[in-house]
């Protein structure tokens, strides 16, 4: 007798069901979306992928000239263009897991209507894309730290690179669950969404991307960067690359500790909305 298979499409589930044996089932559709992603963003574009590392190199020169130039920030020893373009690499694969998936609901509206298929793929596939994106930039990056190396005014902490992965699955799933409450939130109060572009942008300076950590020095508002959960990590990213970085323990707990709590509250919200964002989005 042949066996079959059924899939059952109910509204009831619990709100921590990720269903992850279902998202496995569905990998090849993840790999889609993450071309999809890549082919939509660079469409009808001249220079095309190019723009991935014209971006990092122009928005880096630019900093080396405000910041490093007329405000004369230091860089604790750093060449000023690793420090940007490594600040540039990582901050810029955080927020656009956060981004992209801020506008999950309302970006793929017209699929979810359509056909079924476990929706927590889509913001999945959007961190797999920012992870791409990241690799590439960091060709740059590797290229100028490697030079600088040579040099003699780069010493990387190399032990410390093993902690590369870690932190890059810690900064996407903290992007991926904030931006799928924000995701949530924006199918019935469309206002938040034009405040995301402008938060993510400020969320940047109060973030040691354009200036170290040290900078601040024993002042009051450095513990206000402390407790700003991306901090930690981007610093143990700079300590790790660039030889250079405030690493603080509690810090860094409490960074994964947030993390863990935005992504679980994230699911749990996604799974509620997911239901009935076709009634209001």
Same mark, same amino acid.
């Given at each position: 007798?042949?066996?079959?298979?059924?899939?059952?499409?109910?509204?009831?589930?619990?709100?921590?069901?990720?269903?992850?044996?279902?998202?496995?089932?569905?990998?090849?559709?993840?790999?889609?979306?993450?071309?999809?992603?890549?082919?939509?963003?660079?469409?009808?574009?001249?220079?095309?992928?190019?723009?991935?590392?014209?971006?990092?190199?122009?928005?880096? *020169?630019?900093?080396?000239? %405000?910041?490093? #130039?007329?405000? !004369? $920030? +230091?860089?604790?020893? =750093?060449?000023?263009? @690793?420090?940007?373009?490594?600040?540039?690499?990582?901050?810029?694969?955080?927020?656009?897991?956060?981004?992209?998936?801020?506008?999950?609901?309302?970006?793929?509206?017209?699929?979810?209507?359509?056909?079924?298929?476990?929706?927590?793929?889509?913001?999945?596939?959007?961190?797999?894309?920012?992870?791409?994106?990241?690799?590439?930039?960091?060709?740059?990056?590797?290229?100028?730290?490697?030079?600088?190396?040579?040099?003699?005014?780069?010493?990387?902490?190399?032990?410390?690179?093993?902690? *590369?992965?870690?932190?890059? %699955?810690?900064? #996407?799933?903290? !992007? $991926? +669950?904030?931006?799928? =409450?924000?995701?949530? @939130?924006?199918?019935?109060?469309?206002?938040?969404?034009?405040?995301?572009?402008?938060?993510?942008?400020?969320?940047?300076?109060?973030?040691?991307?354009?200036?170290?950590?040290?900078?601040?020095?024993?002042?009051?508002?450095?513990?206000?960067?402390?407790?700003?959960?991306?901090?930690?990590?981007?610093?143990?990213?700079?300590?790790?690359?660039?030889?250079?970085?405030?690493?603080?323990?509690?810090?860094?707990?409490?960074?994964?500790?947030?993390?863990?709590?935005?992504?679980?509250?994230?699911?749990?919200?996604?799974?509620?909305?997911?239901?009935?964002?076709?009634?209001?989005?």
């Amino acid at each position: 007798m042949e066996n079959k298979h059924y899939t059952l499409i109910t509204a009831e589930h619990k709100f921590l069901d990720l269903k992850l044996k279902e998202v496995w089932k569905y990998r090849d559709l993840i790999v889609l979306f993450t071309k999809r992603y890549f082919t939509v963003q660079y469409k009808q574009t001249v220079l095309g992928p190019a723009w991935l590392f014209l971006n990092p190199i122009i928005s880096s *020169l630019i900093y080396c000239f %405000i910041f490093g #130039g007329i405000a !004369g $920030m +230091g860089t604790d020893g =750093i060449p000023q263009i @690793l420090f940007y373009m490594s600040g540039n690499a990582i901050w810029g694969y955080f927020s656009s897991c956060l981004n992209n998936n801020a506008n999950t609901f309302k970006s793929n509206a017209h699929v979810f209507g359509k056909v079924y298929f476990p929706r927590l793929t889509v913001p999945i596939s959007n961190v797999f894309a920012s992870v791409i994106k990241f690799g590439i930039q960091m060709i740059l990056t590797v290229a100028f730290l490697v030079f600088y190396c040579i040099k003699g005014d780069v010493h990387p902490n190399w032990w410390a690179l093993c902690f *590369l992965p870690v932190i890059l %699955i810690e900064l #996407g799933l903290m !992007g $991926m +669950g904030l931006g799928i =409450i924000i995701s949530s @939130l924006t199918t019935k109060y469309r206002d938040l969404s034009v405040l995301v572009g402008f938060g993510v942008q400020l969320w940047m300076y109060i973030t040691p991307i354009v200036y170290p950590l040290s900078q601040s020095g024993d002042s009051w508002y450095k513990y206000i960067l402390l407790i700003n959960p991306v901090t930690a990590p981007v610093e143990l990213f700079r300590y790790a690359l660039l030889g250079q970085g405030t690493v603080q323990l509690p810090y860094i707990i409490f960074s994964v500790v947030f993390t863990m709590v935005v992504t679980i509250l994230g699911i749990m919200i996604f799974n509620k909305v997911e239901k009935t964002f076709m009634d209001t989005v």
